[in-house]
T-cell receptor
Framework: DGGITQSPKYLFRKEGQNVTLSCEQNLNHDAMYWYRQDPGQGLRLIYYSQIVNDFQKGDIAEGYSVSREKKESFPLTVTSAQKNPTAFYLC????????????FGPGTRLLVL | RKEVEQDPGPFNVPEGATVAFNCTYSNSASQSFFWYRQDCRKEPKLLMSVYSSGNEDGRFTAQLNRASQYISLLIRDSKLSDSATYLCVVTGMDSSYKLIFGSGTRLLVRP
């Protein structure tokens, strides 16, 4: 089955801690994206990657970092600099960056202890 | 002003009803438009693209009005399973691949 997987489903972060959210896809898509969703709000773009070893900041990149060492994987690190990290994080991919049809993973809920 | 605006709802309708949602967007240069469906605590899933000529997929009809910069979604013969949040999505201002999401309209279909 092709698709996008995210882990963990729920993640708890302590103050001052960095945490990494996993995103893997076996769709052979070049482009991958990270979004954040807060209650009652639309999805906001954090980072995106057009191709391996390349990534660009989205609208709300401060306090986050990413890497794209493999085509299949696009992990997101929420650093201690992100002061309000509690949210639903969604990873998505598309065939290539100009393909507007994005497919989403099941998401990770991050909560701050 | 938000780039994409939607009435948050909820729209509470009986099974079998017809319901319509509108969405307005601010960027007249947006080229592509979509409706996504998001179930509670799940990821969004593409429902349908919206074309200038309008398009229909079963009970769902999408319309685009470029002059007034709004998009609509019509659901006929509502089913209980249609209960979800419907997200209006348009392409962004600075590049065609950047998607701008509305905050969604919640639909509740009751028996």
């Amino acid at each position: 089955d092709g698709g996008i997987t995210q882990s963990p489903k729920y993640l708890f972060r302590k103050e001052g801690q960095n945490v990494t959210l996993s995103c893997e896809q076996n769709l052979n898509h070049d482009a991958m994206y990270w979004y954040r969703q807060d209650p009652g709000q639309g999805l906001r773009l954090i980072y995106y990657s057009q191709i391996v070893n390349d990534f660009q900041k989205g609208d709300i990149a401060e306090g986050y970092s990413v890497s794209r060492e493999k085509k299949e994987s696009f992990p997101l690190t929420v650093t201690s600099a992100q002061k309000n990290p509690t949210a639903f994080y969604l990873c998505a991919s598309s065939i290539w960056v100009a393909d507007e049809t994005q497919y989403f993973g099941p998401g990770t809920r991050l909560l701050v202890l | 002003r938000k780039e994409v605006e939607q009435d948050p709802g909820p729209f509470n309708v009986p099974e079998g009803a017809t319901v319509a949602f509108n969405c307005t967007y601010s960027n007249s240069a947006s080229q592509s438009f979509f409706w996504y469906r998001q179930d509670c605590r799940k990821e969004p899933k593409l429902l349908m693209s919206v074309y200038s000529s309008g398009n229909e997929d079963g009970r769902f009809t999408a319309q685009l009005n470029r002059a007034s910069q709004y998009i609509s979604l019509l659901i006929r013969d509502s089913k209980l399973s249609d209960s979800a949040t419907y997200l209006c999505v348009v392409t962004g201002m600075d590049s065609s691949y950047k998607l701008i999401f509305g905050s969604g309209t919640r639909l509740l279909v009751r028996p």
